[in-house]
């Protein structure tokens, strides 16, 4: 009972991770209609700074975060503007090719710049936490999960209340009836990607002070974001939050099956995602559009 | 009009002499190495570098042309096809290392096994639309990469596990030589292939549900058999390649059966080339190994890129391949193709369109 009790704990608070991978990516592929397999080079740069930040200014990496989204959310507005917003017409597949092009790009110049070492962030309270009898939980997981349902409740505000935030609504559900009530559409687009690319780097921050980071780490973050969304289903923020806590759990458990169960944690995790993409393609939560 | 049509003439027979020079001189080229050849003082043309290049660049060309049946004619951005190369390589490996099967009798089940394979996934999958199709079928590709690498049976790997597959040295003379032919045929095989299916009832079915896969089901095709056969026969070419690169290559793993970056390239040179048609994959796929080989350094004609040094030559090159990725997508969005075709000209109004119909 208290192994089972541990186990949905560490996989709630993995899944806050995964949360924070996965909403900006829900947001640009459920308003943008673009896969962003750029998602996790992104989530890797927010992963750099705060580790740049914690060596050279000694700043703690929880306060490093909003240094990471603000950074990534100019890059992401510029990116869009400059770049993805060109193609938004062209098929789908365009736009995998586009944002695949982005990622190699992204991740060999940082490659460029820090080299391929492993580089990690540790403050000096990483690895504590409290005890409850046997139970324990962790600080830093327990703080991202903090932070990760912040970042999403933030993002359902903007979303919800605010100007900006409805005029993404509008393109969402129809582009061109938004472009005729007067939105300014490249602009609109620009600061939706923007903002998941701001999502990915605040993802980026929580991940490093977890694991290790090195430049090409990004693609698993691509596909954990892909997991997440797809089991909570696209097109609300909420429904995210759920899918990412789910995945935590689907991971905990799978790697707790006896008999090396940890190296197929992988593998049911896409198992699933298939499973649910053609048993209930708007997810668990999702709204089908 | 008259003039364009002539124009569009000319530039068909230039392409057209162009490949057949490239395509004698690279089925010629690898007899120099016989030994008659050699003893005769013949010049050597091709080394052992420029048959592992070649042979590299003929299984793309099986690659991009298999995709080009799924992801091409009929419309469906399959992104996991690798997982047919890996099941494909996988299955001879097996059958020659674990069984100890001849390599001439085990290739045949390398496309039998994906098929089957692309069957059974491609049932439930085929049903999903654009993106989420896309999405399921990398999934497949992971799920069983991991698979392939992780499964165990009493503590003992099946598949030979993290530390890859060793499958014996195929004894024949020539190695280069022969595994090059061996993959230009399973090359030639996909572009009859396709060639046949562009002329075929299941190829006007195809091309009619990616145009319209409502309307074509409303005037009788069958449009799940016909998805399923699409992506089975795309299945099957790859795996062949696949079941030939492991014998090729003696040793497999996850990295080199299931890179996920397989995918991504040969969806590439099918567009580079032009997607739908018979020569457009195979053409792409040559010019852009061709390239990323020749960025990587490994063509005996190189240039050095100025300002960069030795050691971060491989990162440039992949900088350098995002930005043309980058550039492609956005201004060549039909394919080179498209200007040897004769019916357009690379000029600037040409990129001003293609920037304005896509853009937003």
């Known amino acids: 009972m208290v192994d089972f009790v541990q186990l949905v704990i560490l996989g709630l608070l993995a899944g806050g991770v995964y949360v924070a991978v996965g909403v900006g990516f829900g947001l640009v592929w459920g308003v943008l209609n673009i896969v962003n397999l750029a998602h996790g080079a992104l989530v890797v740069v927010g992963g750099y700074l705060t580790w740049q930040l914690f060596t050279t200014l000694h700043l703690d990496p929880f306060l490093t975060l909003p240094v990471d989204a603000v950074a990534l959310f100019v890059f992401g507005y510029a990116l869009q503007r400059g770049v993805i917003n060109r193609i938004i017409r062209a098929p789908l597949l365009f736009t995998f090719l586009l944002t695949f092009g982005l990622n190699l790009i992204v991740v060999n110049l940082l490659l460029l710049i820090f080299g391929s070492d492993f580089r990690s962030v540790t403050p000096s309270y990483s690895g504590q936490g409290f005890e409850f009898g046997s139970i324990v939980i962790p600080y830093v997981p327990l703080i991202s999960l903090g932070v990760a349902i912040a970042l999403s409740a933030s993002l359902a505000f903007v979303l919800n209340r605010t100007r900006t935030g409805l005029a993404i609504n509008a393109i969402a559900s129809d582009r061109d009836a938004a472009q005729l009530v007067g939105i300014d559409l490249r602009h609109a687009y620009a600061v939706t990607y923007g903002l998941g690319a701001a999502c990915a780097g605040v993802a980026g921050g929580l991940i490093a002070l977890i694991q290790a980071i090195t430049p090409t780490a990004g693609e698993p973050y691509t596909l954990q974001a892909f997991v997440v969304v797809i089991l909570g289903g696209l097109g609300r923020v909420s429904a995210t939050v759920v899918g990412g806590l789910a995945f935590g759990l689907v991971e905990a458990f799978g790697q707790s099956i006896p008999g090396s169960g940890s190296v197929f944690a992988n593998a049911i995790a896409f198992g699933l995602m298939v499973l649910v993409l053609v048993t209930r393609p708007q997810g668990l939560m999702g709204r089908l559009r | ?360």
């Open chain 2, 1 to 360: 009009m008259i003039a364009r049509a002539d124009t569009h003439r000319r530039w068909r027979r230039i392409f057209l002499i162009l490949g057949v020079i490239v395509g004698a001189y690279a089925l010629l080229a690898p007899l120099t190495s016989l030994d008659i050849a050699q003893s005769a003082g013949v010049p050597l043309l091709a080394d052992r570098l420029w048959f592992r290049i070649a042979t590299f660049i003929a299984m793309f060309v099986v690659m991009a042309t298999a995709w080009n049946i799924i992801g091409g004619i009929t419309g469906y951005a399959a992104f996991g096809n690798v997982a047919f190369f890996g099941i494909g390589a996988y299955t001879t490996g097996m059958l020659i290392s674990k069984a100890r099967w001849p390599f001439l009798a085990a290739l045949p089940v390398a496309p039998v096994m994906s098929t089957a394979f692309a069957t059974v996934v491609g049932l439930p999958l085929l049903r999903l639309r654009g993106h989420y199709f896309a999405v399921a079928s990398l999934g497949v590709g992971v799920a069983v990469g991991e698979l392939v690498q992780n499964v165990e049976y009493r503590g003992q790997p099946i598949f030979g596990g993290a530390s890859g597959l060793f499958l014996p040295i195929y004894a024949v003379d020539n190695r280069g030589l022969f595994f090059f032919y061996l993959m230009v045929l399973a090359a030639a095989i996909s572009i009859a292939v396709t060639w046949w299916v562009l002329r075929s009832r299941l190829g006007y079915g195809l091309i009619a549900i990616r145009e319209n896969e409502e309307a074509a089901a409303v005037i009788g095709v069958n449009t799940t058999a016909y998805k399923v056969a699409a992506f089975a026969l795309a299945a099957a070419l790859t795996g062949l390649a696949g079941g030939i690169f492991s014998q090729w290559n003696v040793f497999i793993n996850q990295d080199n059966t299931f890179p996920i970056e397989y995918n991504v390239q040969m969806i590439l040179m099918a567009l580079l080339g032009g997607t739908g048609t018979v020569f457009g994959p195979a053409a792409g796929a040559v010019l852009l190994q061709l390239l990323i080989q020749f960025l990587g350094g490994s063509l005996p004609i190189s240039a050095d890129i100025p300002f960069v040094s030795e050691s971060a030559r491989p990162i440039v090159a992949q900088v350098i391949l995002g930005v043309l990725l980058v550039v492609v997508v956005i201004f060549v969005p039909r394919g080179v193709i498209d200007f040897f075709g004769g019916r357009t000209r690379l000029s600037l109004a040409y990129l001003r369109r293609s920037l304005r119909e896509t853009s937003l």
